[in-house]
C-alpha cells in the first residue's frame, strides 16, 4: 500500500499590519466625519435659532443714543430698507427712547452723499430736530459702521444704545456693539422688504447665520448681498 503524497503547504506571506488595522481606521475615520458633521449642524443651527430669537426683540430701555445703521440710498433718498428703519427710529425718539440720533454709514464709489447724511435729512424732514441728530459719515459694512459709532459714542463719553437694523440683523450688530464696550441692545424695524415675505425672512435668517459666525470665528465682516427689494 503506498504512502499518500501530501500536496506541499501553501506559501505563507507575513505583514506587520495587524489583522483588521485597515477596516478600524476606515471606522474611525467614519466615526470623526459624522462627528464633525453634527457639530457642524448644531453650531448653524443654534446660530440661526439665535437670529431668529434676537429679531424677535425690540428693547425700549432708555439708552443715550438711538443708532440707525445705514443701508443703500439713491442721491440722497434712502431706499425702502433704509427708510424702515429710519422710521423705526423715528418712533422710538418720540417715545422719549434716547435724548438723540445717530445715523452712520459712507458711501459708495461714485455716490455724492453718503448714508449717514441722507438719514440725518429724512429724519430732519419727518420732524425729528437737527440739533439731535448725529451723523457719522463712516463705515462700509457693518464693523466699520458699529467701530465708527462706538468710537464717537466713547468720545461723547455715551455708553448705551438702541440699535435699529432689520429683525434678522439685531443679533451681529449686538454682538460688534458689545465687543466694542458699548452697552447695546435693539429695537429693529418690523417693516420695509427684510419682513415682506416669508422668502425675504429666510433669505435674512441664512444671510445673518453665514454672516455671524464668521464674524464669530475671524472677528472680520461678512456683509453677503441683500436681495430683497430695496
Not at 5 to 12: G, L, Q, T
Not at 47 to 74: E, F
Not at 90 to 110: E, F, H, S
Amino acid at each position: 500500500m503506498s504512502a499518500a503524497v501530501n500536496d506541499p503547504p501553501a506559501p505563507s506571506y507575513y505583514s506587520d499590519e495587524p489583522a483588521g488595522f485597515g477596516s478600524a481606521v476606515a471606522r474611525w475615520v467614519i466615526r470623526l466625519f459624522i462627528g464633525a458633521l453634527l457639530i457642524a449642524i448644531v453650531l448653524v443651527g443654534g446660530t440661526a435659532v439665535r437670529v431668529w430669537q434676537v429679531a424677535r426683540i425690540s428693547d425700549h430701555s432708555p439708552a443715550d443714543a438711538i443708532v440707525v445703521l445705514g443701508a443703500a440710498q439713491y442721491s440722497g433718498t434712502p431706499s425702502s430698507v433704509f427708510q424702515a428703519r429710519l422710521e423705526q427710529a423715528a418712533n422710538l425718539y418720540d417715545l422719549g427712547v434716547a435724548p438723540m440720533i445717530i445715523t452712520v454709514g459712507g458711501k459708495q464709489p461714485g455716490d455724492l452723499y453718503t448714508e449717514a447724511a441722507a438719514g440725518k435729512t429724512y429724519l430732519t424732514e419727518a420732524g425729528v430736530p437737527a440739533g439731535k441728530i448725529l451723523a457719522v459719515e463712516k463705515g462700509s459694512d457693518t464693523l466699520e459702521s458699529v467701530g465708527a459709532v462706538s468710537d464717537v459714542m466713547h468720545d461723547l463719553g455715551l455708553s448705551s444704545a438702541v440699535i435699529v437694523s432689520d429683525p434678522w440683523h439685531s443679533l451681529r450688530t449686538r454682538t460688534m456693539a458689545r465687543d466694542d464696550g458699548l452697552e447695546a441692545w435693539t429695537a429693529p424695524t418690523r417693516q420695509g422688504p427684510a419682513v415682506f415675505t416669508r422668502e425675504s425672512q429666510l433669505h435674512g435668517i441664512t444671510r445673518e447665520t453665514g454672516a455671524m459666525l464668521w464674524y464669530q470665528i475671524t472677528h472680520y465682516a461678512a456683509d453677503f448681498s441683500y436681495t430683497a427689494g430695496q
